[in-house]
C-alpha cells in the first residue's frame, strides 16, 4: 500500500516502511492544490515588485541586499550550492530516504512557495531508489539542517553524488539512469529545501522507532537474567505499581509478571533472600522511567514530521510571507538528548545484572563466570568487559549537545541548536544498548542451563531462539560473533515474532 503523504497525518510507521521497506509515496491532489496556491502568493510578490526576505533578498545577515527579477532564480542556485559544506561519513541510506520523505512532507503542508513539482521529484527520487550521498557533520541545527538538506537538494539540480543500483554517480548521471528530470530552482524554492530540520529528525524518527523497541527487549531479558538469578519476584506485583502509577512502570511491571508466569525456576527456588539488589528489584521502575522518557521523545517527533520548518512562511489566505524560526531545531535537540539519557541507563542496568550473573558471590550458586571448566575457561569475564565499556562510552556520549551553542552568521544566528549532533549521539548510544542487552541475553541463558528446573513457557521460546543462534559455552571461544547474531535478532525484532 503507498504512502500518501499530505504534510499533516505522516506516522514514524510510515517513515520506517519507506525508509527501510522501500514502500512507494504519492502526494495527496488536496496537498498539490495547497502547494499551488502557495507558488501563487510568490509569483504575485515577484510580479509586483514586492521585496520579500528569501524571494529576493540576500540571506541571514545579508538580507538587507536586494536581488535584481533576473537574478532571483540564481540566488536559489548559489544558496544551495553554497551551503554544501558537509564533511565526514555519509548518512546511511535509510537515514537519506527518511530525509527525502520528511522534506518533502513539510513542503506539502503548502505553506512554503514552492511548485508542487519540486515535491514530486523528490517523491520519484524515493520511488526510484536514488539516494543522495550527504555527509553526516555539518549542521548546527539552527537556520535548520542547512548542510545536509542542500547536500540532499543538490542531486535534484543535477549536482553532487547519488548512489543508484549500488553505485555511486555523479547526481546527474544518476537521475538520468533513474529516468528522472531534473529540476530548475525558481525564487524561494532552493531557501524551502535546504532550511528545515529533516535531517535530525530523521535521525529521531527512526530512533525513537527502535528505542520503543529495544524498551521491551531490556524487559524481556530482565526477566531471562530474574530466571537465571532465581529473583524475588514479589517486586513486579501490581499492587506496588498502582500506588506510584507512572505509566512505563507499571506497564515494565505487568511485562515482568506475563514473561515469568509459570516459571518453575521461581517456584522451585530455594533462597531465603527477602528481596534482590535494585538491578532486579527495581527493573520496573528503571526501565519505565526510561520508556516514558520514550514516550515524550515520540510525540515531539510525531509533531516535528508534520510541521512546516523552512523560512519564510507563505500564507496565501491572507496574502501574507511571515518570517520567523520554525527551522530551530531546540524540540528536537532536548528530544534527542534526553532519549540518549534514557536509552543508557537501560544499558546501565543491564550490565549490572550481566555482573550479578558471572560473579559467583552474587549470582546464586551460579559457577564463577559462567562456566564449568573454570581457570582453564574465562567464560563470560571479559564479556562483562565489554559491556562495561559501552556502558562507560554512553555516558560520555549522553553529555547533552543542546547545551552548547556558537553563533553563526555573523551573529545574526547567535544561538543555535546541535540538534543534529544531539541526534546522531542518540543513535550511537541506541547500538551500544542493543549491543549490552545482547550479552546479558546470552549470559542469562547461559546461567539457565545452570538450573534445574525450567523458566517460564514465553521465555523458554526466547532461549530457543537465542539457543538456534549461539550454542551452551562449555570452552571458550570468540563471543563477538555470539553477540552480533543476538544482537542481529533484536534489530530484526525476532524476540517479538516468537513471542506473538
Not at 105 to 127: C, D, H, Q
Not at 279 to 299: E, F, M, T
Not at 376 to 391: E, I, K, P, R, W
Not at 470 to 491: C, G, M, P, Q, T
Request: proline share 4%; net charge negative; aromatic share 6%.
Amino acid at each position: 500500500m503507498r504512502v500518501v503523504i499530505n504534510g499533516s497525518d505522516l506516522s514514524i510507521d510510515q517513515v520506517v516502511a519507506v525508509s527501510r521497506c522501500y514502500e512507494q509515496v504519492e502526494l495527496s491532489a488536496e496537498a498539490n492544490n495547497k502547494m499551488k496556491s502557495s507558488r501563487n502568493l510568490i509569483e504575485t510578490i515577484l510580479t509586483e515588485k514586492k521585496v520579500v526576505y528569501g524571494v529576493n533578498t540576500g540571506f541571514g545577515l545579508m538580507s538587507n541586499v536586494s536581488i535584481s527579477d533576473d537574478e532571483v532564480d540564481l540566488l536559489q542556485y548559489n544558496l544551495v550550492v553554497s551551503c554544501c559544506t558537509g564533511v565526514g561519513e555519509p548518512f546511511s541510506e535509510e537515514i537519506v530516504r527518511a530525509m527525502l520523505l520528511l522534506r518533502a512532507n513539510s513542503l506539502a503542508y503548502g505553506n512554503s512557495g514552492v511548485r508542487p513539482l519540486i515535491v514530486e521529484t523528490m517523491l520519484e527520487m524515493l520511488n526510484k531508489k536514488v539516494h543522495p550521498l550527504v555527509p553526516q557533520k555539518g549542521s548546527v541545527g539552527a537556520s535548520g539542517d542547512l548542510a545536509p538538506l542542500s547536500h540532499l537538494a543538490l542531486v535534484l539540480m543535477g549536482r553532487g553524488e547519488a548512489y543508484y543500483e549500488g553505485k555511486l554517480l555523479p547526481g546527474g548521471e544518476a537521475m538520468k539512469q533513474a529516468g528522472i528530470k531534473l529540476v530548475f530552482l525558481k525564487a524561494k524554492e532552493g531557501l524551502s529545501l535546504c532550511n528545515g530540520t529533516q535531517a535530525m529528525t530523521a535521525l529521531g524518527a527512526l530512533a525513537v522507532h527502535d528505542a520503543m523497541k529495544l524498551a521491551y527487549h531490556a524487559d524481556l531479558f530482565a526477566a531471562l537474567s530474574a530466571e537465571a538469578l532465581e529473583a524475588v519476584t514479589l517486586a513486579y506485583d501490581h499492587k506496588i505499581h498502582d500506588i506510584r502509577p507512572h505509566p512505563g512502570q507499571r506497564e515494565t511491571a505487568a511485562n515482568m509478571r506475563d514473561l515469568l508466569l509459570g516459571s518453575e525456576i521461581i517456584a522451585n527456588s530455594s533462597h531465603n533472600r527477602a528481596q534482590d539488589a535494585y538491578s532486579l528489584r527495581c527493573i520496573p521502575q528503571v526501565h519505565g522511567a526510561s520508556k516514558d522518557a520514550i514516550g515524550y521523545v515520540k510525540n515531539v517527533i510525531e509533531t516535528e514530521i508534520n510541521s512546516v520548518t523552512d523560512n519564510p512562511l507563505v500564507f496565501p489566505e491572507t496574502g501574507e510571507v511571515l518570517s520567523g524560526g520554525n527551522f530551530h531545531g531546540q524540540p528536537i535537540a532536548l528530544a534527542m538528548d534526553f532519549l540518549a539519557i534514557a536509552l543508557s541507563e537501560l544499558a546501565n542496568i543491564s550490565e549490572r545484572r550481566t555482573e550479578r550473573l558471572i560473579n559467583p558471590a552474587l549470582s546464586a550458586g551460579l559457577p564463577p563466570f559462567l562456566v564449568e571448566k573454570g581457570g582453564l575457561n574465562d567464560g563470560f569475564m571479559v564479556a562483562q568487559y565489554t559491556a562495561a565499556s559501552l556502558v562507560s562510552e554512553n555516558k560520555v556520549l549522553a553529555h547533552p549537545a543542546s547545551v552548547d551553542s556558537i553563533p553563526t552568521s555573523a551573529n545574526q544566528e547567535d544561538h543555535v541548536s546541535m540538534g543534529t549532533t544531539a541526534a546522531r549521539k542518540c543513535r550511537e548510544v541506541l547500538d551500544n544498548v542493543r549491543y549490552v542487552l545482547a550479552i546479558e541475553a546470552i549470559c542469562a541463558c547461559q546461567g539457565l542451563d545452570f538450573r534445574n528446573s525450567k523458566p517460564s513457557p514465553k521465555l523458554q521460546k526466547v532461549y530457543a531462539l537465542i539457543r538456534s543462534k549461539v550454542s551452551h559455552l562449555e570452552e571458550d571461544r570468540e563471543l563477538n560473533y555470539d553477540f552480533e547474531e543476538v544482537a542481529k535478532l533484536i534489530r530484526d525484532e525476532a524476540f517479538i515474532r516468537v513471542l506473538n
